[in-house]
């Protein structure tokens, strides 16, 4: 088995396939297809093709391999009592029993919870069934790079193993291609064909539009600027004045028209925002590493934004919304009901002792309470989750469990009777003292009330329980309990005399005449600021759904506590059965307008399977019912959650519980597995958005007005009143330094009292119009007033219309130096974009802020004083400084005054930046990084239509397996309702389908089968044949029509319906 390892033997198992079959004894196709049956399929096909698992290791010649943690697929070959805990791939807590006869299916990313055994090793890396998940997610995609590097060259074998493959199982080719044949070289015409374009995010959108319609404007406005000055210069001096050109003053015309170039030039640069890129990423840039503090980590840079317009979370219950620690919250004892854990003192002595023991001794050894790795955690529970809850009960009652278990170890117990699905208790009996026998008893009330005859009343005294007494503690104890969403067990005792010795293999006898010790309540708590946080969503315009696979009861009782459902309200809770049900047509597909009347009200769906959790979150994105697009957030910890993460716009992981491929699917890892850390990256998300808004605001007033002072001074006076140097400074302090200053300013909770903006509002509101175009009539006045009679308001020479090479004048430095200086100001007034009145809220909050304000100032001062020729500048006195400061602060009081007017009134002003529809990357972008989007796109596309497949081929397997069970599994047991990911993954009464038109189908051969069929509705000559359908000698008719007709036009996939 060691070549297996070795992930070369993955991209050559094609071509080596025979030489490897001999040395193996076995193809990978072969041990692939047995890896994906389970239970009772799976010993079927073993004892058909190879005999038992022993004929199998000796044809792999393997010798076991031991561990708590599965690393590769297998067959459970010898052990005992071995569980294992799938819940890391199907996510389900159950714990699947394995045996030799019923389920030898072991798989990797699994943990061994209970027992030993051996196993034989099939796969391994890429080959596993974590590893195809992780495939589907593509995480395989260094592969995959090389693999295309080497696809040209492996044409013709590639191909040639491809039909061999097809001719020699037509199913488990089917299952086989998709992973190579997209490498090949014919894929190359398709992946052109159809290249899926990337979608731009929101903001990135709004900005690539804004940008290009300002840029455009600058260009114009510099253009005519230049022709302006080009032709005033010409008519002026050759047609007005009359002057000849002569050779001799062609260089000083030449300097002239250089001149005027350059200061269109300038105009251009202050016009075209080229801060904007570096606002965004900083903004970006900072909110992550902020966002890590909040226990977000950010995988992917855009998602921290799209979280601030995300409209509906779809979230887990488990560990998420709850603290994934069962917790005794009521209990029953010596007939008091209490509503919260009772007082020591109020329990009689006597019943303590017999709880403590009989939650101490009734229980796994290996469960315990460990205390917290960090101070101020939660202590530790180690083992199963009731037991820990009922034993953290006893250290509320501040008893310890550790004495009873000293006294009475694992090697000294009588008889255990486990716990298990038709007892519905765990029983274990020890030896008294006195030679007597002492059964202690735990399980659901229901069943362990019914075998209680006595129960101890308050003074620790058995007394009488009637069936009528038990009727009324149903009613009074174990309905209110329910109803409050606990599970409630039972906890009894029973003595035996040591003579005669009962018969212990007599369960019905032992197992009765209980007397009850106490009733308890048992729930996984709602994490404490998890109301709260639900509040803060709803308040915020974002819908809080809960997707979980526990009953409807439980989710509902824990949906009312923290807050996703107010009772009175209209909303909907349903199981994932009535959910499929409502949502699919006769024929069994899902249908969008089916899904349109759902969602909107649906706040609760319970009993869900990963493809339920799926099929709601496409349905959500997809839905055009409401007029503004939905952005929907996904939270989820198991593998199983792989495809919704992905196809959420945003996909939240479990940083503690999650697995690796959630992680992998995922855009933010919460590191704390909490609900409240999405609350923050809302937060964060708005912040980002409301930060380049503030970036914009302040430089677009800039550039209105160094764009208008230029052209129209340029026009009049024959010169800008900014020369090309300051205007760069200008255009340095309003690019950079105010990104830096305007992007860095931190989140606060008014971000959370506004709706989400959505993708089709505007990234410059009315208000932001308002604000931009009111402080650029302020500035303008002022700097017109002070070019064209500011030198006989300071009593200076005037700047206007002087020579080629002058010297720098006061004039124009007044003016250029008013200029910066209402900028500064005008920095304050821009932190505000909603019309608020107090700009300076929360400036000390923000020290980037502070400190680039007072250095620009602190540079300006330098640049007057000091400038000189080269900033054209002179240095001012201190009076006129003062003039400066003063009309910049008047910046402040006009901010005032525009606040004060109402934007409603200006029904004039128009907004700015309105995404209209989904803006895609073009093709030359889409070239640059196709490697990228070419396997990260195509891996996605290609993981989802196998995940599906697989489903439909699962749901085939089941239904023919059904059908001919009681004929051909005669003598072999039935399995258990839940004995492994079957009945999790899907439910066979459901075919899966996903609609999407124009996936690229990765097999050839089944896109021209496609052609076909839909040409002419007859069967194809060879038909596609279930594995286990042939192994049992059963044909399987395709019934073609209708699998040209189901999926949507132009689907690819497909779905078989299998008639016998």
């Not at 919304?321 to 007939?335: E, F, K, S």
């Not at 194809?1020 to 999926?1047: E, F, Q, V, Y």
């Amino acid at each position: 088995m060691g070549d297996m390892t070795n992930s070369d033997f993955y991209s050559k198992n094609q071509r080596n396939e025979s030489s490897h079959g001999g040395e193996f004894g076995c193809t990978m196709e072969e041990l692939r297809s047995l890896m994906e049956l389970r239970g009772t399929e799976a010993v079927v096909k073993i004892k058909e093709t190879y005999g038992d698992t022993e004929a199998i290791c000796r044809r792999l010649k393997t010798s076991p391999v031991e561990g708590d943690l599965l690393p590769a697929d297998g067959l459970f070959i010898q052990g005992n009592d071995l569980k294992i805990d799938e819940s890391s791939l199907t996510g389900e807590s159950d714990q699947v029993r394995k045996s030799v006869d019923k389920d030898p299916m072991l798989l990797s990313g699994t943990h061994v919870m209970e027992g030993s055994g051996r196993m034989l090793v099939t796969a391994v890396g890429v080959n596993s069934q974590t590893g195809i998940i992780f495939t589907l997610l593509g995480a395989g995609g260094e592969e995959e790079e090389k693999k295309d590097k080497k696809g040209k060259m492996q044409d013709g074998n590639v191909d040639a193993s491809q039909s061999k493959a097809k001719q020699q199982d037509g199913a488990a080719a089917m299952e086989m291609q998709p992973l190579k044949s997209a490498e090949g070289g014919d894929a190359d015409d398709k992946k052109k064909a159809n290249t899926h374009k990337k979608e731009k995010s929101v903001l990135q959108g709004k900005l690539t539009k804004l940008a290009v319609q300002i840029g455009k404007a600058g260009l114009v406005m510099s253009a005519i600027t230049v022709i302006i000055l080009v032709l005033y210069f010409t008519v002026d001096t050759f047609v007005v004045n009359k002057k000849p050109w002569l050779p001799e003053c062609t260089p000083v015309y030449v300097q002239y028209f250089v001149k005027f170039f350059i200061i269109g030039v300038t105009v251009l640069v202050v016009a075209v925002p080229e801060g904007l890129p570096l606002a965004v990423t900083i903004s970006l840039a900072y909110s992550v590493k902020k966002m890590m503090k909040d226990n977000n980590l950010v995988r992917h840079l855009d998602a921290c934004e799209t979280m601030g317009n995300a409209t509906a979370i779809c979230s887990d219950k488990t560990g998420t919304l709850t603290t994934n620690r069962m917790t005794v919250v009521q209990a029953y004892i010596g007939d008091v009901h209490y509503k919260e854990i009772p007082d020591p003192s109020n329990v009689n002595s006597k019943t303590m002792e017999l709880l403590v023991n009989a939650i101490a001794i009734n229980s796994a050894y290996t469960t315990k309470i460990l205390p917290p790795e960090k101070e101020g955690a939660l202590p530790r529970q180690v083992g199963n989750k009731t037991e820990c809850g009922l034993l953290g009960f006893v250290l509320d009652l501040k008893q310890d469990y550790e004495p009873a278990r000293g006294q009475m170890p694992e090697e000294k117990l009588y008889k255990v009777y486990t716990f298990n699905s038709v007892r519905k208790s765990m029983s274990t009996v020890i030896r008294l003292p006195d030679e007597s026998f002492r059964m202690y008893s735990k399980g659901a009330s229901e069943i362990v009330l019914k075998k209680c005859c006595k129960i101890l009343s308050g003074a620790g005294e058995p007394r009488v329980f009637r069936p009528r007494d038990r009727d009324e503690m149903v009613k009074k104890v174990i309905e209110p309990m329910a109803c409050d969403g606990l599970r409630t067990i039972c906890v009894a005792y029973r003595d035996f005399p040591s003579s005669p010795e009962p018969d212990w293999d007599n369960e019905n006898d032992i197992l009765n005449d209980l007397t009850c010790i106490c009733v308890v309540g048992i729930e996984d708590p709602v994490r404490p600021e998890v109301p709260e946080a639900i509040r803060k969503c709803q308040r915020a315009g974002i819908t809080v759904r809960m997707v979980t696979g526990d009953n409807i009861n439980t989710a509902r009782a824990i949906a009312i506590k923290c807050g996703i459902i107010h009772p009175g309200e209209d909303f909907l809770c349903l199981e994932g059965k009535e959910f499929n049900r409502r949502i699919r047509n006769e024929k069994g597909e899902i249908e969008q307008e089916r899904i349109d009347k759902i969602w909107p009200k649906l706040r609760v769906l319970a009993r869900s399977s990963p493809t339920d959790k799926h099929t709601l979150v496409k349905g959500i994105i997809d839905s055009t019912h409401t007029e503004q697009r939905q952005v929907v957030a996904v939270t989820g910890d198991g593998t199983n959650d792989g495809p919704a993460l992905k196809k959420a716009d945003v996909g939240f992981a479990m940083g503690i519980a999650g697995t690796d491929v959630a992680k992998e699917a995922s855009d933010i890892i919460l590191t704390d597995d909490n609900f409240s850390s999405i609350v923050k990256a809302v937060m964060w998300g708005r912040n980002v958005y409301d930060s380049i808004s503030k970036f914009l605001q302040f430089q677009l007033t800039v550039n209105v007005v160094a764009v208008i002072v230029a052209f129209t001074g340029a026009c009049i006076t024959q010169d800008s009143p900014l020369k090309a140097v300051q205007m760069l400074w200008v255009n340095l302090i309003m690019d950079t330094f105010a990104s830096l200053a305007l992007a860095t300013e931190p989140p606060t909770e008014t971000l959370l009292l506004r709706k989400p903006y959505g993708r089709n509002k505007p990234l410059i509101s009315r208000t932001m119009m308002k604000n931009i175009l009111g402080h650029a009539v302020y500035q303008l006045t002022l700097i017109f007033t002070l070019l064209f009679v500011g030198e006989k308001m300071f009593q200076i020479d005037s700047g206007r219309n002087a020579p080629l090479h002058s010297p720098p004048s006061e004039h124009y430095t007044i003016i250029f130096n008013t200029f910066v200086m209402m900028q500064l100001f005008n920095e304050i007034n821009a932190r505000k974009i909603h019309g608020e009145r107090n700009v300076f809220d929360g400036i000390f909050r923000n020290p980037i802020f502070c400190t680039i304000v007072l250095g620009t100032f602190a540079i300006q001062i330098v640049i007057v004083q000091f400038g000189g020729k080269p900033f054209s500048c002179s240095p001012l006195q201190l009076d006129q400084w003062m003039w400066c400061i003063f009309i910049g602060l008047g910046e402040l009081v006009w901010g005032q005054v525009i606040a004060t007017i109402p934007t409603s009134r200006l029904k004039f002003l128009k907004e700015a930046g309105r995404l209209t529809q989904k803006e895609e990357i073009p093709e030359e972008e889409l070239n640059e990084d196709v490697e990228e989007i070419d396997h990260a796109e195509r891996e996605l596309r290609r993981g989802q239509i196998l995940w599906f497949r697989g489903l439909n081929r699962i749901q085939t397997q089941i239904r023919v397996v059904k059908a001919f069970r009681s004929s051909l599994y005669e003598g072999l047991e039935k399995p258990e309702s839940r004995t492994s990911i079957h009945n999790f993954m899907a439910h066979p009464e459901f075919r899966i389908e996903d609609s999407q038109p124009h996936i690229p189908l990765i097999d050839d051969t089944d896109l021209e089968e496609d052609a076909a069929l839909k040409q002419n509705s007859s069967p194809p000559s060879s038909l596609n044949k279930n594995n286990s359908a042939i192994d049992s000698g059963i044909n399987l008719t395709t019934d073609t029509s209708k699998s040209a007709t189901s999926s949507s036009p132009g689907s690819p996939i497909h779905s078989l319906e299998t008639s016998l």
